[in-house]
Nanobody
Framework: QVQLVEAGGGLVQAGDSLRLSCTAS????????MGWFRQAPGKERDFVAR???????LYADSVKGRFTISRDNAKNTVFLEMNNLSPEDTAVYYC?????????????????????WGQGTQVTVSS
């Protein structure tokens, strides 16, 4: 059973930075595509970014240029570096993963594309 554990959330001010991490156990991490999603109160869970097993990266337009996703297969960890945060980024951030084909043209930007989820970490940005 794959388990994902997020860390790094917190309360920051607008313009600040945060780095989220998500460590996986119970599977072969290098074979997984990993994604970050976020959910604000009363809203749906939205795609933020994903990194494929081959390190192909996709970002939501709302975070492009501010957020950076990366992975360290040796540490079974995926990161989300968030810069220039705004109150609109306030949400619970979820790490997600799933076994991934070697090559694919799919976006894998929907919650249904991921079988495993972390418990979430709260990010609050004050103005």
């Amino acid at each position: 059973q794959v388990q994902l554990v997020e860390a790094g959330g917190g309360l920051v001010q607008a313009g600040d930075s945060l780095r989220l991490s998500c460590t996986a156990s119970g599977g072969t991490f290098s074979l997984y595509r990993m994604g970050w999603f976020r959910q604000a109160p009363g809203k749906e869970r939205d795609f933020v970014a994903r990194i494929s097993r081959g390190a192909s990266i996709l970002y939501a337009d709302s975070v492009k240029g501010r957020f950076t996703i990366s992975r360290d297969n040796a540490k079974n960890t995926v990161f989300l570096e968030m810069n220039n945060l705004s109150p609109e980024d306030t949400a619970v951030y979820y790490c997600a993963g799933n076994l991934s084909p070697t090559y694919s043209t799919e976006r894998f930007a929907a919650p249904r594309d991921y079988a495993y989820w972390g418990q979430g970490t709260q990010v609050t940005v004050s103005s």
